[in-house]
């Protein structure tokens, strides 16, 4: 069975850090393109960065730009995020996600979600 | 920046009935790139459909997309007890992403 499972989440306090995993199995993750998206509470999903199969390319949304970090390691089929700099504005539900596309093609939509994880960002 | 609008919020229906969900697109969205999912409570989403009208691998054939433009529809053609959850449709023809609010469809 295809399963991501993110972990990782915690309280924080403006300004901490924190590292986020999602722990991929039961497909190819080393062809596949991931993401982490987010969504603060009452607010809408908000996709945050893409990591290609090879990580040759990372992109990332404005709002997160210089102060996330994407990575993986197709060894450990796992995907990570390095949040900086937190603010409030941070808080939310992580989710990692499996864009649609393989190898060189990405589609910008998402195929396979885990369950979550929640951060909060708070003094 | 594309801002994705769904109606109604909430849905009150019945196992069996027909449920209508509309999306709407402060712009055009590029091609056919709307997509669909679905969320239960402590649940990962899930995708329903991709490209409009494509249903992803595994999903039922009463989940039906439609639409162009700016006016995307979701239809479950008759209710199922797990098809009570949230959904949300997606628009991936431009950046940045945008996703709409969601709407809740509830047993009545």
């Known amino acids: 069975e295809e399963q991501l499972e993110e972990s990782g989440g915690g309280f924080v306090q403006p300004g901490g850090s924190l590292r986020l995993s999602c722990a991929a199995s039961?497909?190819?993750?080393?062809?596949?393109?991931m993401n982490w998206l987010r969504q603060a509470p009452g607010k809408r999903l908000e996709w945050v960065s893409c990591?290609?199969?090879?990580?040759?390319?990372?992109y990332y949304a404005d709002s997160v730009k210089g102060r996330f970090t994407v990575s993986r390691d197709n060894a450990k089929n796992s995907l990570y995020l390095q949040m900086d700099s937190l603010t409030a504005d941070d808080t939310a539900v992580y989710y990692c996600?499996?864009?649609?596309?393989?190898?060189?093609?990405?589609?910008?939509?998402?195929?396979?979600w885990g369950r979550g994880t929640l951060v909060t960002v708070s003094s | 920046e594309i801002v994705m609008t769904q109606s109604p919020g909430t849905l009150s229906l019945s196992p069996g009935e027909r449920a209508t969900l509309s999306c709407r697109a402060s712009?055009?969205?590029?091609?056919?790139?709307l997509a669909w999912y679905q969320q239960k409570p402590g649940q990962a989403l899930r995708l329903l459909i991709s490209?409009?009208?494509s249903r992803a691998t595994g999903i039922p054939d009463r989940f039906s997309g439609s639409g162009s433009g700016t006016d995307f529809t979701l239809t479950i053609s008759r209710l199922e007890p797990e098809d009570f959850a949230v959904y949300y449709c997606?628009?991936?023809?431009?950046?940045?992403?945008?996703f709409g609010g969601g709407t809740k469809v509830e047993i009545k």
């Open positions: 039961g497909f190819t993750f080393s062809n596949s393109n």
């Open positions: 996600a499996r864009d649609h596309g393989r190898g060189d093609y990405t589609y910008w939509y998402f195929d396979l």
């Open positions: 990591i290609t199969y090879s990580t040759s390319t990372t």
């Open positions: 712009q055009s969205v590029s091609s056919t790139y």
């Open positions: 997606q628009q991936y023809g431009s950046s940045p992403l945008a």
């Open positions: 490209g409009v009208s």
